[in-house]
């Protein structure tokens, strides 16, 4: 067989058009900067346009690139595996998804038994959640957080409470929103009590009184980085419990170390969940998901078929192998502990010199600076942070604007991020301010 080269047409223009005149409106919509950024080649923490231009990814390709892009290791382990087989589907055997499906129960909280059913991504991994706590339970009520994202399909976006992602359609029945505890702009202000007293409110007024369980991102990745106070997750799973629910957790951005306290973010609150969502990070960038749950929750589903075609592909699974490999000899939550720590010190700067920024916070490499108008009011600074994000852009940085006010600047980057990045990011971020404001 003769080799067949594949031409690509890197032009701007180029680039452009073709998507504008084959994409669908549903892929044309999430596009952050005025002007297309187009990406040719990465490496660590770093990217390089069609120009040439580097950039510092602080956007970890949305989570996805945990290690860094093209990783030797996650190449060399993807390159091997492509060469023998490409894909077998999981009702046929292979040695890789399964040894995975071992290496990722071991990071689990020891003492359970725990089970891995393989996706090809997060909000499949979701919806898999839905329904097999839907299953186990025999009940149909369930709660989620406002402010909460956990995808785009339909099961999905009826758990989200971010109104741009729920389409105009029916969502998912049984499915109620409880208020965030978001200790800066709550609706009920700092505490956990007037929440958790929610909690039990919406049990008891909006459901049968009989839950099939609750999910929660212990922090909140596209609402704007916001964290669980210490003791929610306890307090909330234990109400649930009580109403015959079980507890899922999604970590499909904040798991894998990234918080750097813990391997698994809920870890901190010392909760152990009954399901455990994780995507995004687990392949660095190859297709991949999973759901994790206790066995005696996932054999409820033992009598139906549940069949993802590309679930537990051996190309991905050897990409998450290699994740884990990295993550535990490279020390990377370690890195993330105190690259984390110098990066927040940088927002912590800004927020003592600029009357706009309203709030920062973070764990790890998990980072927001929120812009408001008025520190009082809280009014959201969505123009300003749109224009300080454009700058952030020129100055060789690559951010995310989010948040349900698109108001917040989330900075997650890749956990291989070092300490010689910082002074870079800080020079970058106080002249996009400078020239913003």
């Known amino acids: 067989m ?17 998507r504008d005149t084959y994409y669908a409106a549903s892929q044309r919509a999430f596009v952050p900067y005025r ?13 390089w346009d069609e120009t040439g231009k580097r950039y510092v990814d602080m956007l970890g390709m949305n989570l996805c690139i945990s290690v860094g892009h093209t990783n030797p290791v996650v190449t060399r382990a993807v390159e091997e595996q492509a060469r023998d087989l490409q894909h077998a589907t999981t009702m046929f055997y292979h040695p890789v998804p399964a040894h995975l499906a071992e290496e990722l129960v071991a990071t689990m909280p020891a003492g359970e038994d725990w089970v891995v059913h393989f996706t090809n991504s997060g909000a499949e991994a979701i919806d898999l959640a839905l329904l097999m706590a839907r299953s186990y339970t025999g009940n149909i009520d369930f709660l989620a957080l406002r402010n909460g994202y956990h995808g785009a399909t339909f099961g999905a976006q009826s758990l989200t409470g971010i109104k741009s992602f729920r389409h105009p359609v029916p ?25 958790l007293t929610e909690i039990d409110e919406v ?18 990745g596209y609402g704007g980085i916001v964290a669980m ?32 306290d813990h391997y ?24 991949l998901a999973a759901t994790v749950a206790k066995r ?34 490279d020390r990377l939550q370690e890195n993330a502990r105190v690259v984390g720590a110098a990066l927040l010190e940088i927002l ?49 940085l690559v951010l995310s604007k989010s948040g349900a006010n698109r108001n917040v600047l989330r900075m997650v980057p890749p956990l291989c991020i070092s300490m010689d990045d910082v002074g870079f990011v800080g020079e970058a971020m106080e002249d996009a301010f400078a020239r913003a404001l």
Not at 305 to 313: D, I, K, P, R, V
């Open 348 to 396: 912590s700067t800004l927020h003592q010199k600029y009357d706009i920024v309203g709030d920062v916070r973070g764990r790890g490499l998990m980072m927001a600076i929120e812009l408001v108008r008025d520190r009082k009011t809280k009014e959201p600074a969505a123009e300003e942070t749109a224009e300080i994000f454009e700058k952030t852009r020129e100055n060789g």
């Open 35 to 47: 002007e297309p950024l187009i990406f040719r080649r990465g490496e660590g923490q770093y990217l």
């Open 171 to 195: 969502m998912v029945p049984g499915i109620h929103h409880v208020a965030c505890p978001d200790q800066y702009r709550g609706v009920h202000g700092p505490g956990l009590d007037p929440y």
């Open 264 to 287: 698994w973010a809920f870890e901190r609150d010392g909760v152990v969940p009954d399901i455990v969502v994780m995507a995004k990070g687990i392949g660095n960038g190859y297709p």
């Open 296 to 329: 005696e929750v996932a054999e409820s589903m033992a009598d139906k078929f549940y069949f993802n075609t590309y679930g537990a592909n051996p190309v991905s699974c050897a990409a998450g192998r290699a994740v884990l490999k990295v993550i535990e000899e």
């Open 203 to 220: 049990i008891g007024s909006s459901t049968s009184g009989n839950l099939a369980g609750m999910i929660i991102e212990p922090v909140q």
């Open 229 to 260: 106070p210490d003791g929610y997750l306890t307090a909330a799973f234990e109400r649930v419990r009580s109403a015959g629910g079980i507890a899922v957790i999604d970590e499909v951005q904040s798991g894998f170390a990234r918080t750097g």
């Open 2 to 18: 003769t080799d067949m080269e594949l031409k690509t047409d890197w032009s701007r223009e180029g680039v452009a058009r073709r």
